[in-house]
């Protein structure tokens, strides 16, 4: 099994590009200095070609490993995902609302204008006016499409493309719903039952299942065998109360249950102005989120910087990724955070599924999301 591996980092300036080089890590590339990186994916087929959404700019693709980047969708890009069948299919989620999808690797795009619909027919209140007018009086209004900070702007903040059928497709907006299709993007319902705080983030699936789903928010992680029916909490033994990047690792040697692997901090990043920040820790669990254990080996009793990425090794699946920044949604920290660098970044690795951690060493600015190719 080959560890060979190049890591992309999306970071508070700029995508850095790492590979493996017999012990360690050479630099590849860096690129988009003083941009913020908010969304990451590459083609499995292809590794070599990986996208890029830059705040406030649009969406980037290489196809070189990350050496050059052409820029193929303008526009605010919050969330981008390629289909697990087809590297020629990829979604991309924007800031205001709104979801794009190509079907021949992102030369050209199609806007899914099913989303605004479902909005416009169901009374979905924006906190602003921003593409579509939405007239509702109060007590019709089902939903509330917003952001607690400024400009206050809801966006697609994750797309999940079910893995073994690609009609069915989930959309975490935040703030304000979790939506589903089972017809590729034609139409869509609310399946956010449950989920008091609306501030979705992460949705995956237990592998090959397709009744059992898991998300993660600003104020909970949940679990649901039927996500139209709601949503139930699943955190026996979490000390944390935010939740944002999981991954699940499928079962491994003797292993029945899958891995699961999930970054956490105390409370939400408006009560980090303090001398520990976001007090993160990664948790574990080896029974499908019925029980979370904390993860300690290689890892300070209190880690300062957000956890904001997992990223698992594509070919080896005992291997994982830990990208952290002291930053909050391109903004570094401590709060006020409209100006900084939010000091320095960090990436951790994982050679035995979560278990205990290393620090790669590498120099970075304040991490944000992170993608691990095949080399």
């Not at 087929?45 to 196809?63: K, N």
């Not at 021949?104 to 906190?127: H, I, K, P």
């Not at 949940?222 to 949503?231: Q, V």
Request: charged fraction near 20%; aromatic fraction near 12%; hydrophobic fraction near 40%.
């Amino acid at each position: 099994m080959s560890d060979a591996v190049r890591l992309y980092a999306g970071t508070q300036d700029g995508v850095h590009v790492w590979r493996r080089q017999g012990g360690g890590f050479e630099a590849v590339s860096s690129s988009f200095s003083g941009a913020i990186i908010e969304a990451l994916a590459g083609c499995t087929r292809s590794p070599e070609r990986v996208f890029a959404g830059v705040a406030h700019d649009g969406l980037y693709r290489t196809i070189d490993g990350g050496k050059q980047w052409t820029k193929v969708l303008e526009g605010d890009v919050r969330s981008v995902a390629v289909d697990p069948a087809s590297d020629d299919v990829l979604y991309a989620g924007m800031e205001p609302v709104w979801l794009y999808r190509s079907e021949d690797g992102g030369d050209s795009w199609e806007a899914l204008t099913s989303v605004m619909a479902f909005a416009l027919q169901n009374g979905v209140r924006f906190f602003q006016t921003f593409v579509h007018p939405v007239e509702a009086h109060p007590d019709a209004v089902r939903y509330k499409w917003w952001f607690p900070r400024r400009p206050h702007v809801a966006h697609i903040t994750n797309i999940f493309i079910h893995p073994d059928n690609s009609n069915i497709l989930f959309l975490s907006v935040e703030h304000g719903s979790i939506l589903r299709s089972h017809d590729r993007g034609r139409t869509w319902e609310d399946v956010t039952g449950g989920i008091e705080y609306k501030d979705i983030h992460i949705l995956r699936n237990l592998p090959h299942s397709f009744e059992t789903y898991f998300v993660s928010t600003a104020r909970g992680f949940f679990t649901s065998n039927d996500p139209a029916r709601g949503w139930v909490r699943a955190e026996n033994g979490f000390t944390r109360d935010y939740f944002h990047d999981f991954v699940i690792l499928p079962p491994s040697g003797a292993e029945k249950n899958s891995t699961f692997v999930v970054a956490t901090a105390d409370q939400s990043p408006g009560f980090w102005n303090r001398p520990e920040n976001s007090r993160a820790a990664i948790y574990r669990s080896f029974d499908d989120a019925r029980s979370w254990h904390r993860a300690t080996a290689g890892l300070p009793d209190i880690l300062a910087a957000m956890v904001w990425a997992l990223a698992p090794h594509p070919n080896n699946p005992d291997i994982l990724f830990a990208g952290l920044g002291n930053v909050s949604r391109g903004y570094a920290l401590p709060l006020p955070h409209y100006m900084g660098s939010g000091g320095p970044g960090q990436i951790l690795q994982s050679r035995d599924r979560g278990v205990s951690w290393e620090d790669l060493g590498l120099a970075l600015p304040p991490d944000r999301v992170l993608w691990a190719a095949a080399d």
